[in-house]
């Protein structure tokens, strides 16, 4: 099984995206799926993440304005974006925990 991050693309300071995280088999093969993001010159780092069970957790970076979802039929997590901010600039990634090889990604950018 297999993740790939998709949705990705360049949008205004507090504009929204939504990405997209499809899994090849079932989704939550592990418990818990995270997505994760690298920005320019900076260590990845973890946004938010959702269990099985439907358990949500965010970066403090985060609250408020990203939110994640799954569906289960679909075998996809979500992760809405909202008042995005050029800090948000980075490499999104979605994995599960504990994670497995790396996907390529998709690449968010937000000007101000």
């Known amino acids: 099984v297999q993740l790939q991050a998709s949705g990705g693309g360049l949008v205004q300071a507090g504009g929204s995206l939504r990405l997209s995280c499809a899994a090849t088999?079932?989704?939550?093969?592990?418990?818990?799926v995270n997505w994760y993001r690298q920005g320019p010159g900076r260590q990845r780092e973890l946004v938010a993440g959702?269990?099985?069970?439907?358990?949500?957790n965010y970066a403090d970076s985060v609250k408020g304005r990203f939110t994640i979802s799954a569906d289960n039929a679909k075998n996809t997590v979500y992760l809405q974006m909202n008042s995005l901010k050029p800090e948000d600039t980075a490499v999104y990634y979605c994995?599960?925990?504990?994670?497995?090889?790396w996907g390529q990604g998709t690449l968010v950018t937000v000007s101000s």
């Open positions: 994995n599960w925990f504990p994670a497995r090889s």
């Open positions: 088999g079932s989704i939550f093969s592990l418990n818990i």
């Open positions: 959702i269990s099985r069970s439907g358990s949500t």
